[in-house]
């Protein structure tokens, strides 16, 4: 008969799988407060930043900056909406997530799709392409012709990717359609779109037009720029690994091909926790506000290396994926 220390060993998830709807089921009164304590603030500095272009343009860039961090937490709870984790109700996630995705610029069955493929395809070789950074393996790279070796290297450039990347992909990217989306999602990004020309015009009306395209673009620029950083930092760091298709395991590339990053306090509450991204890709049913403490009640969870931000800034000079080595390599490795 085995040991209760060796079932254990066998079981390294059996303390988690025992524990689970503690972290996964989601508290009203959280995520009110949640809902409270970030749309609130954010209206209130639109408000602020409005006034304050008659007072001081340092003080308007100040309350840009903090508004920006606003928006990246508005975007962690329509992220959690998309996934069904924030309330328990689906009419609550989609009227929350439908109405954040507005003032974020998103539209919410269209991220939901392309990021619940993500989800699932998450580190494997054979299914990239969806949600993700683009990677090449060392040998595509190498077997590609100059053009497209070119083309990667500019897109992988940190100028272009987080320069150019948060403009691209929410004034243009996300207001488009795609052969892929079905005719839910495409009415979808049709209302937004429509949302968004009834916010352009309303606050164009109150404030004006010019000082609201620029304060709008200049918050969602920064926010663009910290969201795509993270979204960079979950999956493109020193140690993370990538399967074919055949080897690919949900349960270790949660683990090992998701980032656990370590943030301030301040950072973290900004950022909705979603640094402990290894156990967001483990169970997405997991809201925002347990996930640290699911980190620290899990030794499971605790043995993944934490990305900080010296790795981070290491990580920007691997590009490729070497099969050979089983790591994230430079071009001239």
């Not at 069955?109 to 392309?114: F, I, L, Q």
Request: net charge positive; aromatic share 16%.
């Amino acid at each position: 008969m085995e040991t209760k220390e060796k079932k254990e060993q066998v079981n390294p998830w059996a303390d988690f799988y025992k524990n689970q709807e503690n972290y996964i089921t989601p508290s009203l009164k959280k995520s009110i407060w949640q809902v409270i304590n970030t749309f609130v603030p954010y209206v209130a500095l639109w408000v602020a930043m409005a006034y304050s272009l008659k007072v001081s343009y340092w003080l308007t860039a100040l309350l840009i900056v903090i508004a920006s961090g606003f928006l990246v937490r508005l975007f962690i709870i329509f992220h959690d909406c998309g996934h069904g984790s924030f309330f328990k109700s689906e009419k609550a996630n989609l009227i929350v997530g439908a109405f954040f995705g507005i003032l974020a610029f998103t539209p919410y069955y269209k991220w939901h799709n392309s990021h619940i493929k993500h989800h699932a395809t998450v580190g494997n070789l054979d299914k990239r392409g969806v949600g993700d950074v683009w990677t090449m393996t060392k040998e595509e790279y190498n077997k590609s012709s100059k053009k497209k070796r070119l083309f990667y290297k500019l897109y992988r450039l940190p100028i272009f990717m987080f320069g150019v990347g948060p403009l691209y992909v929410f004034l243009i990217q996300n207001r488009m359609t795609s052969d892929w989306m079905n005719e839910k999602e495409k009415r979808n990004v049709y209302f937004t779109n429509l949302m968004l020309v009834v916010l352009i015009v309303a606050m164009g009306l109150s404030i004006g037009f010019v000082p609201f395209i620029l304060l709008q673009i200049a918050v969602m620029y920064l926010a663009g720029i910290a969201g795509l950083w993270l979204f960079y930092l979950q999956h493109q760091y020193e140690d993370v690994t990538w399967y074919r298709n055949k080897d690919w395991n949900f349960r270790e590339v949660a683990l090992a091909g998701s980032s656990y990053v370590k943030f301030p306090k301040i950072l973290q509450w900004f950022s909705g926790n979603i640094g402990f991204h290894h156990i967001h890709h483990f169970n997405s049913r997991i809201p925002n506000y347990n996930l640290e403490k699911c980190h620290r009640e899990n030794d499971i969870f605790q043995q993944v290396k934490p990305v900080t931000f010296l790795i981070s800034m290491k990580s920007l000079k691997l590009r490729l994926w070497d099969e050979k080595l089983h790591k994230l390599v430079a071009y001239k490795h």
